[in-house]
């Protein structure tokens, strides 16, 4: 692993904590963000929750794309400037 890579994956997982309290504010909201995640479309919309269950899907995915950019930029960002 080069330099870069390392400070690319720190970057990211400090990226992923901070951004962790951003997006659920308690374990609450984290709870039900992965209860609907692994909830069918079909039983949500059987439920009457499928906006909620949309939502809380659409809300882990820019959670994991937002730590997972971040982590993808600093190493783009290392390499570029030390090789």
């Known amino acids: 692993m080069t330099l ?3 400070v690319g994956v720190v970057v990211g997982i400090i ?3 901070f951004l ?5 504010p308690n374990k609450g ?3 039900d ?5 692994f909830k069918p479309d079909l039983l949500s919309l059987i439920d009457g ?4 269950d949309v939502m809380a899907e659409l809300k882990l ?3 994991i794309f937002s730590g997972t950019l971040i982590g993808i930029a600093a190493t783009a960002i290392v390499f ?4």
């Open 4 to 6: 870069s890579v390392i």
């Open 20 to 24: 962790f309290n951003v997006f659920f």
């Open 49 to 52: 929750e499928y906006s909620k």
């Open 33 to 37: 963000v992965v209860y609907y995640y």
């Open 15 to 17: 990226a992923y904590v």
């Open 61 to 63: 995915g820019l959670w």
């Open 29 to 31: 909201d984290f709870k």
């Open 80 to 83: 570029q400037f030390i090789g």
